[in-house]
């Protein structure tokens, strides 16, 4: 029948519904004592499974000082432990978790749908641990900023290892200082070699919008040598390209929230058009190794 009315409704696209099981993973801080931690949550789909702990777990020193570092390795070895497990046994494992720790418990199993197996742990966690809630409204505490220099610096560290093992000759091309003018501030270049400079940032939710205002800064240091290197400030070089390289969660990272990730795509997308501004590239990527492998293969062009 034309124009038949049913069949001009919109109806959207249904999305895709992964239903899976899981269990919350908890650990005794005092053996014996009753009190119970979550640590992670296990979810076991019908052909595969996710292990997932709970972030940010060094937070707990401020309660238990040094015994933090010992809850925390209990809590990795049971869960490396328990994913060992699940990919031995599959989904029916989920009934019978065991691991070689004292002092770790699982709650009851429960079932859940989502869009995927990592949105069900999302969901599983946010259900589970309140530092999963917390970190979410994690206001930018000097502490936090703090956290967040260091964990910037190891990830230089850790670009810096993959590309020195492959070319050891780049080992004085980390950690360049330089100045346009005599009577400008020296800046800090994460990388510059031959053929690209380049500034390293870190995109995580919690302290994003003071990750992003620093990576703002790296590019403005960025546009600086570009400028300096235009006007003959490196002789030879003339034809080098320049780069922030941006290492962010995946976009599917199950201990971060729908509303969190989504908060990362946006401050990449600002980087991304804060950089075009001033000719420069910003590439996001998703590992140390993968911007070591980038670095290295435009160094070799």
Not at 3 to 15: A, L
Not at 140 to 151: A, F, G, N
Not at 202 to 215: F, R
Request: net charge negative; hydrophobic share 45%.
């Amino acid at each position: 029948m034309p124009n038949d009315p049913i069949e001009q409704i919109g109806f959207p696209e249904r999305r895709s519904n992964r239903r899976a099981l899981w269990s919350p993973v908890y650990i005794e801080p005092v053996v014996g004592s009753g009190e119970r931690l979550c640590v992670g949550v296990v979810v076991a789909g019908e052909t595969e499974h996710l292990v997932v702990p709970v972030p940010a777990l060094e937070r707990l020193s401020c309660l238990y000082g040094d015994a933090a570092t010992s809850l925390s390795h209990g809590a990795a070895l049971a869960l490396h432990a328990l994913g060992s497990q699940m990919a031995r046994e599959g989904e029916k494992a989920i009934n019978a978790l065991r691991v070689p720790v004292d002092g770790i418990f699982f709650g009851p199993v429960r079932r859940g749908a989502g869009e995927s197996l990592a949105d069900v742990a999302r969901t599983a966690l946010l259900q589970s641990a309140s530092l999963v809630e917390k970190a979410i409204e994690e206001e930018e505490t000097p502490e936090v900023v703090e956290r967040t220099t260091l964990s910037t610096r190891r990830l230089e560290q850790l670009v810096q290892d993959v590309v020195v093992n492959a070319r050891p000759d780049l080992a004085s091309a980390f950690r360049k200082t330089f100045q346009v003018t005599p009577e400008a501030r020296p800046m800090r270049l994460g990388f510059v070699g031959q053929k690209l400079a380049a500034n390293f940032s870190l995109l995580i939710p919690g302290p994003l919008s003071t990750l992003v205002n620093n990576a703002k800064a790296k590019l403005w240091d960025l546009e600086q040598l570009r400028t300096g290197t235009n006007t003959g400030m490196f002789a030879g070089n003339s034809h080098m390209t320049f780069e922030l390289l941006v290492h962010r969660v995946e976009q599917d990272a199950p201990q971060y929230s729908s509303q969190q990730l989504k908060a990362v795509d946006a401050a990449v997308l600002e980087l991304e058009t804060e950089a075009d501004k001033v000719d420069i590239r910003c590439r996001a990527m998703f590992s140390p190794r993968q911007i070591a492998e980038s670095l290295l293969l435009r160094e070799a062009a």
